[in-house]
């Protein structure tokens, strides 16, 4: 049985295709009782295409087991206005024109989630959300966007982050997965209660000034289990 390290960390740009692979086959695994489509691999080299043209301007967090297998991934991408963010290529949404009520600061892109099915992290759903969001809770009036599966979206707002849905559903790697926004009121008080499950050096992102000191929460423990 292979261990899992209980640590996200950063993933290098050298396994993008790796990270690629993961995300394709665990959608599937959870969506289509792991029945993988004949053009699976296009999905892969789409993805491993995308992710490589963003790296510049994106953190890739993973936890893997002690043979270097991938278990978790998520990515968050700050957006420079002039690369096509899958929200764009996917639903065909501007981002610029999606939020009309909501001074924006920095604009955000949250993606490629997924856990191994078999992972035994109960908390690894949070840790990498954190992860994820910690840029954006950087400062007030940031904004980050996402296509989310709907059942993901479900335990997303159970958790406490709060999701505008901004475009009609579509089946996309085997799930129905929904355009929404996240804005930095919706995912600071997420964020407060469950930072202390990361060590503080993986939350000090290279994509955002250091977290201001008012950003404070007790340290709680959560047992919540991805479904």
């Not at 920095?106 to 910690?134: P, T, W, Y």
Request: net charge negative; glycine share 4%; proline share 4%.
């Amino acid at each position: 049985m292979n261990l899992e390290r209980n640590y996200p960390e950063n993933l290098g740009k050298g396994q993008i295709l790796d990270l690629a692979k993961f995300i394709v086959t665990e959608n599937f695994k959870h969506h289509s009782n792991n029945v993988l489509p004949q053009n699976y691999e296009d999905d892969i080299n789409s993805i491993c295409d995308e992710e490589i043209k963003y790296a510049d301007n994106s953190e890739i967090f993973v936890v893997k087991n002690e043979t270097e297998d991938i278990t978790g991934a998520i990515r968050v991408l700050k957006w420079n206005y002039s690369d096509v963010l899958p929200i764009q290529k996917i639903f065909g949404i501007n981002p610029l024109l999606a939020i009309t009520d909501y001074d924006v600061k920095d604009i955000f892109h949250i993606g490629r989630f997924a856990i191994q099915k078999e992972s035994k992290d109960i908390n690894l759903f949070k840790k990498l959300m954190v992860c994820a969001i910690a840029p954006v809770c950087a400062q007030k009036g940031n904004i980050a966007f996402a296509e989310i599966d709907s059942k993901l979206l479900r335990i997303l707002r159970l958790l406490g982050m709060k999701a505008s849905v901004i475009g009609e559903s579509i089946e996309y790697l085997g799930s129905e997965t929904i355009p929404v926004a996240f804005t930095y009121d919706g995912l600071i008080n997420f964020y407060n209660k469950n930072k202390s499950l990361v060590a503080p050096e993986a939350l000090e992102s290279s994509l955002t000034p250091k977290l201001p000191e008012s950003v404070v929460s007790e340290n709680e423990t959560y047992n919540y289990s991805l479904v």
